[in-house]
């Protein structure tokens, strides 16, 4: 696994682009090694978003530095140990996203049917879920150890969906 360092000077007081700049590494998955430093993967999903982050900061009067990392095997696996604790961390809350909604799912079920309003609503968190779910997986590298879990947690949300679908659309076609 090849690394780039990425190292950016803001001009002044730019607090909106630093949460811009901030915001996009951490969307791309880049490892904040200390205060605008941060080791991002190669490969084209990691050099896209690595250049949307020094356009932001070259948009913003700033200066940004980019390296290649020519490391040794300890300092690799540090950098692979940070970004799977990164992916560790997102996969955590994702699952306990999974579990909000999974409960929220199975209240609805109990609670019979209810609207197509209703099931929307579900239907969006769990869409958004999905997307989370993807994006996380395309940047989880060394898969983490709460990717499996979180996996199975959509699978089970999804099946919920599926359940109070069923509900609701049985529950209209008997009116």
Not at 4 to 19: E, I, P
Not at 77 to 89: F, I, N, S, V
Not at 110 to 133: C, F, I, K, N, S
């Amino acid at each position: 696994m090849q690394w780039r360092v990425l190292t950016y000077r803001l001009a002044g007081d730019q607090s909106r682009h630093r949460v811009a700049v901030w915001r996009e590494l951490r969307r791309v998955g880049a490892v904040a090694l200390q205060s605008a430093t941060w080791a991002v993967p190669v490969g084209d999903r990691f050099d896209h978003g690595l250049e949307r982050a020094t356009a932001l900061v070259r948009r913003s009067g700033g200066q940004a530095l980019c390296f290649e990392v020519g490391a040794g095997e300890e300092t690799l696996a540090t950098l692979e140990a940070l970004y799977t604790a990164e992916r560790e961390a997102e996969w955590v809350e994702f699952c306990a996203e999974c579990e909000r909604a999974r409960t929220e799912l199975r209240r609805a079920n109990e609670a019979g049917p209810r609207t197509l309003a209703e099931l929307g609503e579900h239907q969006q968190h769990v869409d958004r879920l999905r997307r989370w779910y993807r994006d996380l997986r395309a940047k989880d590298l060394f898969v983490a150890g709460s990717a499996t879990n979180g996996e199975q947690r959509l699978k089970d949300c999804v099946q919920l969906l599926e359940d109070f679908a069923e509900r609701v659309y049985g529950a209209r076609e008997l009116r």
